[in-house]
């Protein structure tokens, strides 16, 4: 019956809580390779189930120990496939709410913006797809993001990346942002065409130039030559690189 499988869930929760909060770096990095082989492709409802009512103390636990390693070292990556699982499975309009209520959207934008070397390139990609995976949720997700003022970090980022699947990945969050969010999309698009200016990569300029002409498709004239329309996401402009 539903009812014993929601219990034995829950059960099920609760010891990998505590085995989690008892556990090394190295048996929690075993612990989350082994819940993304499980939950993987999973809708949030599916992973609900299975986790019962300690679904949410769990996502919790994942989001805490990504702020502490952002800045004390560990598996970044496989942190933030975990808690993809949450944010980007179909139906999870709960965690993500959770999520941006406890800072996480900025604790992973913060992680994508860690200086050159902190960081894998892989990470800052999975970073990258996190974002835009809850961009791609709805419009006030897009907004959310946009108010941390993350078109600023992303170009910054852009400029000083040499990975070319980060910086796909980081054009395809501007674009993310920009569709179907007219109170956002001119300032991505001015933003977005700093990195035509940046000489020293080549490589920025090539995706920026991408990240234009598809922002360009998603502003109508009058979006593009709207009074004040440069505004929110990413004023004012900075003085040096982020």
């Known amino acids: 019956m539903p009812a014993v499988k929601l219990d034995a869930a829950s ?3 609760e010891a990998w809580l505590r ?19 499980e939950h993987n492709g999973q809708t949030a409802p599916e992973i609900e189930r299975k986790l019962g009512i300690g679904a949410s103390l769990l996502f919790t636990r994942l989001v805490s120990w990504l ?3 952002t800045s004390s070292g560990g598996s970044v990556t496989a ?6 699982l949450f944010v980007c499975a179909p139906a999870a309009d709960r965690f993500r709410s959770e999520f941006s209520a406890v800072g996480g959207l900025q604790t992973v934008l913060d992680t994508v913006t860690l200086p050159a070397g902190a960081l894998p390139p892989v990470a800052r990609r999975e970073a990258l797809r ?3 995976g809850v961009a791609r949720a709805s419009r006030a997700h897009k907004v959310a993001i946009c108010e941390l003022r993350a078109s600023i970090a992303i170009v910054g ?19 993310s942002l920009a569709s179907a969010n007219p109170a956002h999309a001119h300032a991505l698009h001015a933003d977005a065409l700093e990195l035509l200016s940046g000489r020293e990569n080549a490589r920025a300029q090539l995706y920026g130039a991408e990240a234009v002409r598809e922002i360009l498709a998603e502003l109508s004239f009058d979006d593009m030559y709207q009074p004040g329309a440069r505004v929110n996401c990413g004023r004012p402009r900075r003085n040096g690189r982020s």
């Open 11 to 13: 059960r099920s929760t």
């Open 19 to 37: 085995t989690w909060d008892r556990s090394p770096r190295a048996t929690r990095e075993r612990m989350l390779h082994e819940l993304i082989r």
């Open 67 to 69: 702020r502490l390693s």
């Open 79 to 84: 942190q933030l496939r975990a808690i993809s």
């Open 130 to 132: 996190l974002l835009t």
């Open 157 to 175: 980022f852009m400029h000083g990346c040499a990975d070319d699947g980060a910086l796909d990945a980081a054009r395809e969050l501007l674009v």
